[in-house]
């Protein structure tokens, strides 16, 4: 019974301290104490937001720490430190509200007349220039970047399906890895470039390649581009490649009269396409003039200038070349005469074979005067009731001429431009000859542009007509598609350079955004099938050109003299009077 009473006492003793304690504290205690000790609920709540929160910050860590390294995303981060940024849409959305500092009147271009040449301009450094050229070099990283992921060492890249293209040069060719990396040079990317050069050096065998290629393509983009990256960067490797390309294309040529075969076949020699167009013929003077001087081997300017002497003296339309010739006799094909694409490559080459000769090349300027002359007698630039001038063909069997332009032939206004920047280092041309041609130039280039905006997409279409019915438009259902491809974007940056007018700059941005609307996927870029067809239509495939010319165009549209960048020595301003471009944008120096 003692015991008991003891126990009981204790028991009492015990709750007596308790009921005490309970009064002494302090009640805020109290509240916590009975929910957090006496409800249940509260106390699994409490629980469950602990391991969520744990488990949160667990898989934070995990994916910070795995994120990719070469296979970042610049679109979506900063490039330099990581940090998320705005996406690229929203960015170019909110510049387009804040350009009222340098907005323009579009009517104030149709009375535009260039001014006073100038081949360095003075350019002042301006916030949202530097900006823009930030936003276009992330989407050279993120083009670059798919192209790695899905199409490494082929042509191109099908981004719609993340698979890769080799139709044009067959299995491992690495077209867009050879034609992009002057691009890549010029940006300062040098990491991607490492990489590119890497796998020309051990992967580029040109000599393997078992179907037919085209002959032009192949002497502009593959030997032109590694002779490009030869000049930019003094790497005797490209200098090597493109010696090895050069000599096996020496089958394509015909053994009597020298002429190139329209395609053949490396591995073996086997010629194709007996009547190649003139741009085939005799478009690669720059490529060609250039390896023999770097290489000391004689045989290739003189396969060029051959072929040069022999097209100053055949008979000609009016002063006029036709647009194909038969390899084994020299002789034309028909009687198409146009200034248009194909046939104004050779022009080009014409006046760029000139500047880049340091104004010694006078065959080529005769050359080059003589046909913009009869193109004028010809009435080959006419001008539309609306007062837009556009580039037509004519055929001189029917006496008829066309009433489209091509979108290919939008470049034609830089090779004026050009061609009147040439004229001043001649006596025998004077002010009016160069006002004339350069008038000329910034008049195409502004049809061009208005081919771009009066699409649905502000891209422009393939053909755009001139009649009673269309003004710069196409409103057919053929011929509407829309490549990736640099040619209006050339004129842009020639006619910024040479005239310093902001408007081209406005015009290239233009461009780019629509460019950006239309065309962008997650993976890449997509050429279009149709330009007024809306939703937008694409046909899964980037082309090559846009990573080696067009992004390279507008990233040099947007870099200045005083730009910090520019003081880095893998990223060039690229001067006009110090390198001149050839057909697929690479860049070749001037002599000294």
């Not at 239509?537 to 507008?554: E, I, M």
Request: hydrophobic share 35%; with cysteine.
């Amino acid at each position: 019974m003692e015991d008991k009473n003891s126990e009981t006492e204790k028991l009492h003793c015990k709750e007596g301290v308790r009921e005490n304690f309970e009064l002494e504290i302090d009640p805020k205690l109290y509240v916590w104490d009975k929910y957090f000790y006496r409800d249940r609920r509260f106390k699994i709540a409490l629980y469950i937001f602990l391991i969520i929160l744990i488990i949160s910050l667990i898989l934070t860590l995990v994916l910070f720490y795995i994120r990719p390294i070469h296979y970042y995303d610049p679109w979506n981060y900063d490039d330099k430190n990581g940090s998320t940024t705005k996406s690229f849409k929203q960015l170019v959305s909110d510049f387009s509200k804040k350009q009222s500092s340098t907005e323009y009147d579009q009517n104030d271009y149709k009375n535009t007349t260039a001014t006073e040449l100038s081949p360095k301009n003075t350019l002042k450094k301006d916030p949202q220039t530097i900006l823009r050229k930030k936003f276009i070099k992330k989407i050279a990283y993120k083009v670059w970047d798919r192209y790695e992921r899905y199409a490494w060492g082929q042509d191109t890249l099908r981004p719609l399906t993340k698979e890769y293209s080799f139709h044009k040069y067959g299995i491992n060719s690495g077209l867009t890895i050879v034609t992009s990396l002057s691009t890549l040079w010029i940006m300062g990317m040098t990491e991607q470039f490492d990489r590119g050069r890497q796998w020309i050096e051990n992967n580029l065998h040109f000599n393997q390649i078992n179907q037919y290629v085209n002959v032009h393509d192949t002497i502009t983009q593959f030997v032109g581009s590694l002779l490009s990256c030869y000049a930019l960067t003094d790497d005797p490797m490209f200098r090597d490649k493109a010696l090895e390309i050069a000599e096996r294309l020496e089958l394509a040529y015909h053994p009597i009269t020298g002429l190139p075969y329209g395609e053949f076949i490396p591995s073996t020699g086997l010629v194709t396409d007996t009547t190649p167009n003139l741009s085939t013929i005799g478009g690669q003077q720059l490529e060609y003039r250039f390896l023999s001087e770097i290489t000391g081997i004689r045989k290739f300017y003189n396969r060029v200038q051959l072929i040069q002497n022999r097209l100053h003296t055949i008979k000609k339309v009016d002063g006029l070349y036709r647009k194909q010739m038969y390899v084994e006799t020299g002789q034309w094909v028909n009687e198409l005469v146009t200034f248009a694409k194909p046939c104004s490559i050779f022009y080009s080459s014409l006046i760029k074979s000139t500047i880049r000769s340091k104004w010694n090349d006078t065959l080529s300027m005769k050359m080059y005067v003589d046909a913009i002359e009869a193109a004028f007698k010809m009435d080959l630039f006419p001008i539309s009731r609306n007062g837009l001038q556009f580039v037509r063909n004519y055929h001189q069997a029917g006496k008829k001429y066309g009433d489209f332009m091509n979108y290919d032939s939008c470049y034609i206004g830089a090779m004026l431009a050009l061609g009147a920047s040439a004229r001043k280092h001649f006596l025998s041309y004077n002010s009016e000859h160069i006002k004339t041609e350069m008038n000329l130039a910034e008049s195409i280039t502004r049809t061009c542009h208005e081919a771009s905006i009066r699409s649905k997409s502000g891209l422009p279409p393939h053909h755009f007509y001139f009649n009673h019915a269309e003004e710069a438009t196409n409103m057919r259902s053929t011929h509407q598609e829309f490549h990736l491809s640099s040619e209006l974007m050339e004129s842009y940056f020639v006619l910024w350079r040479l005239t310093g007018n902001k408007q081209y700059r406005e015009f290239a941005w233009e461009l780019f955004e629509s460019i950006t609307l239309n065309c962008e996927t997650e993976n890449g870029f997509s050429n279009v099938q149709n330009v007024n067809h809306e939703p937008i239509h694409l046909n899964n495939y980037q082309d090559a050109t846009f990573l080696a010319a067009t992004l390279k165009y507008l990233y040099l549209i947007f870099t200045d003299k005083d730009d910090d960048e520019v003081e880095n020595s893998h990223s060039k301003l690229i001067l006009l009077d110090e390198w001149v471009f050839n057909s697929f944008g690479q860049p070749f120096p001037v002599k000294k």
